[in-house]
Each structure stands twice: as structure tokens, then as C-alpha cells.
């Protein structure tokens, strides 16, 4: 027996089964007719949309890489860029970190920013020949530099004359020993216990 509402093949024959669902199947075939036609407007107008958002948008800039021309590190930047840090230090085009450095030149110069350019240079190209291929020799140097400074400050007759003339005035002394007082007190603990 067939489930309620529909009619066995074999009684009503092939014939009622196709007036049956040969009538949903068209119906089915113009509402996907349709679906498509609708599917098919929409992505025309959103084509539209994007391409006119397209000429909305700004160019996209080209990327070079230049070279820091102290440390020799390279970064990708616009030409706009690179020809902004050039205004800015001398026609040279220097890393972010080296510009950092030069500014620190500056201030230890008075000011003066070629003589930091200058200056910076020199310990970068120095740092290359020998920090990065023998780095111990190059913390030696730094020691050996750092000792010549204080030697050569030390040395200076007028430095030597301030060092003698001074005495620790600001300096916070001593008066009594805590030794003593610490002493009572862990005396006075052994004899309660």
C-alpha cells in the first residue's frame, strides 16, 4: 500500500506519475530560471560597484631597497621616503637605528650635523672591518679605548689638582657600628629561649 496522498505506480500507471511530478519539476526549472537571472543582475551591479570603487583608490606606490649607507643594512622603502631622509642628512640615505645614532652625535657635538654624520660613519666602517668578522678584537679595542680615555684623564694636571682639592663632602658617613646593637638583640632572644 502507498504512503496517504500518493497513488501507486502500478495502479494509476507511468502516466500519473509524470502528471504528477512532471508538473514540479517545471515549476522547479522557472523558479531556478529565475534564481539565475537574479544571481546573474546582482553580480553585474556589484562588478559595476567594484570597478568604480577601483578608480576610487589612490595608486599603489612602488617599493625600493636602499641601502644604509653607514651600516650597510637594507630596507624596502617608497622614493618619497628615500628622498626625504636624503633632504635630511646631506644626500646620504641612512637607516632608521644610524639616524637615531647621528642624533645622539648631534648632541654630543653641539649640534653640528655633518661632523655627526662624519663621526658615525667612521665607527660604523670601523665596526666592519673588524666587529663583525672578530668580534672579540673588537671588545678588546673597546677596552683598550675605554683605558685611554681614563688614563689620559688622569694624566691631566689640572684634573689631577680637582682631585686632590676635593674631598667627599656629599657623601653620607657612618657614625656608630649596627654590629653591636644587632649583637644585644640576638643575645636577648638566646637568653629567653
Same mark, same amino acid.
Given at each position: 500500500m502507498?504512503?496517504? !496522498?500518493?497513488?501507486?505506480? *502500478? *495502479? ?5 506519475? =509524470?502528471r504528477?511530478?512532471?508538473? $514540479?519539476? /517545471?515549476?522547479? !526549472?522557472? *523558479?531556478?530560471? !529565475? ?6 543582475d546582482?553580480?553585474l551591479?556589484? /562588478?559595476?560597484? =567594484?570597478?568604480?570603487?577601483?578608480? @576610487?583608490?589612490?595608486?599603489?606606490? %612602488?617599493? #625600493? ?18 628622498k $626625504?631622509? $636624503? ?15 647621528? /642624533?645622539? %652625535? ?8 655633518? %661632523?655627526? &654624520?662624519?663621526?658615525?660613519? *667612521? ?7 673588524i666587529?663583525? @668578522? ?6 678588546? #679595542? ?15 694636571? /689640572?684634573?689631577?689638582? %680637582? ?6 663632602? !656629599? ?5 656608630s657600628?649596627?654590629?653591636?646593637? &644587632?649583637? @644585644? ?9
Open positions: 502507498a504512503p496517504k !496522498g500518493e497513488a501507486a505506480v *502500478s *495502479s494509476g500507471g507511468f502516466g500519473a506519475f =509524470t504528477r511530478f512532471g508538473s $514540479r519539476k /517545471k515549476a522547479q !526549472g522557472q *523558479s531556478m530560471d !529565475g534564481l539565475q537571472r537574479a544571481m546573474s546582482l553580480s551591479e556589484l /562588478k559595476k560597484e =567594484t570597478i568604480g570603487d577601483a578608480r @576610487k583608490l589612490p595608486p599603489i606606490s %612602488e617599493v #625600493e631597497n636602499a641601502n644604509c649607507e653607514c651600516c650597510g643594512m637594507s630596507e624596502e622603502c617608497t622614493p618619497a621616503y628615500i $626625504r631622509v $636624503r633632504e635630511k642628512f646631506s644626500g646620504r640615505w641612512i637607516c632608521g637605528l644610524c639616524s637615531e645614532a647621528v /642624533k645622539e %652625535e648631534m648632541g654630543k657635538l653641539g649640534g653640528k650635523k655633518e %661632523e655627526a &654624520i662624519n663621526a658615525h660613519m *667612521s665607527v660604523c666602517s670601523k665596526f666592519s672591518r666587529g663583525r @668578522k672578530q668580534p672579540v678584537l673588537y671588545q678588546a #679595542e673597546a677596552m683598550r679605548e675605554i683605558l685611554r680615555r681614563c688614563s689620559s684623564r688622569l694624566g691631566d694636571p /689640572k684634573l689631577a689638582a %680637582e682631585a686632590a682639592g676635593k674631598k667627599n663632602k !656629599g657623601g653620607i658617613m657612618r657614625t657600628s649596627c654590629i653591636a646593637a &644587632i649583637t @644585644k638583640e640576638t643575645n636577648g632572644r638566646l637568653s629567653v629561649n
